[in-house]
């Protein structure tokens, strides 16, 4: 292993990599040579600090989600493959009116990590009792589809991102370039299902 893979795997441990893993299992199409390095991060803290010691090290890598539009070839990629598996949903607000009955949930403020997909996502909105129905449909993940889909680009009310110095910040879906960003979260408001 040349020293820039050596320093990468170690600030993480050997056991969080795999060396000349071979991508088509992690591909919609099924095709795809091995990746150099292969880790996935299941934090938005280990996404942050992977992405941070590859532009470091000057480690070429490649992010995805759930590699639904993605083709690799069968030369594999000599460099870093990042599988984003970032997991968390949490409510931030709720907005309810307080009756005889309890608290009536009308809206809440929820922050999503890009590495969730949208099936996930929907689960999650169903067992609060929220609307999922308009995210129905939507293959791939939070991430993969903040830059294309326009649907959740109209419903997203902030978007955090790792920017080109390796910054996290909060940015507006106007200015969200994939050149610049990397996906980390976003915020949604959504509205409590009808029954
Ligand atoms: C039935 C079906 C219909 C589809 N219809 C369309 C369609 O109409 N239009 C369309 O464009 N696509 C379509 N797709 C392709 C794909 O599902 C979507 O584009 C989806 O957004 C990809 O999400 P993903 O998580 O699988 O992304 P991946 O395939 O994992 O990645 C796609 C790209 O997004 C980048 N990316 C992933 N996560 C992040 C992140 N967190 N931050 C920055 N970049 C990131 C990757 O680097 C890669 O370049 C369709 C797929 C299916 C199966």
């Not at 991508?23 to 941070?52: D, H």
């Not at 169903?126 to 449909?137: I, T, V």
């Not at 993940?141 to 110095?165: A, C, E, P, T, Y």
Request: proline letters at 3%; glycine letters at 10%.
């Amino acid at each position: 292993m040349d020293s820039k893979f050596k320093l990468i795997v170690d600030s993480f441990g050997k056991e969080r990599f795999k060396f000349d893993e071979p991508l088509k299992g992690y591909t919609a199409c099924s095709l795809g040579g091995p990746a150099r390095l292969f880790f996935i991060a299941f934090t938005q803290t280990e996404l942050i600090k992977i992405i941070k010691i590859a532009r470091q090290l000057e480690i070429p890598y490649f992010l995805f989600g759930t590699g639904t539009k993605i083709a690799i070839s069968d030369a594999g990629f000599e460099g870093l493959v990042i599988k984003n598996r970032t997991k968390n949903i949490q409510t931030l607000s709720v907005k309810g009116k307080v009756t005889k009955y309890g608290i009536g949930v009308d809206e809440a403020l929820i922050e999503v990590d890009s590495g969730v997909s949208l099936n996930k996502w929907i689960e999650y909105l169903d067992s609060q009792g929220l609307e999922s129905a308009k995210f129905a449909g939507i293959p791939g993940s939070i991430g993969g589809n903040m830059f294309l889909n326009k649907f959740l680009q109209s419903s997203v009310k902030s978007i955090k991102v790792l920017d080109s110095r390796s910054e996290a910040k909060v940015v507006n879906v106007d200015i969200l370039s994939p050149k610049r960003h990397i996906i980390l979260s976003g915020v949604f408001r959504v509205k409590a299902k009808i029954i």
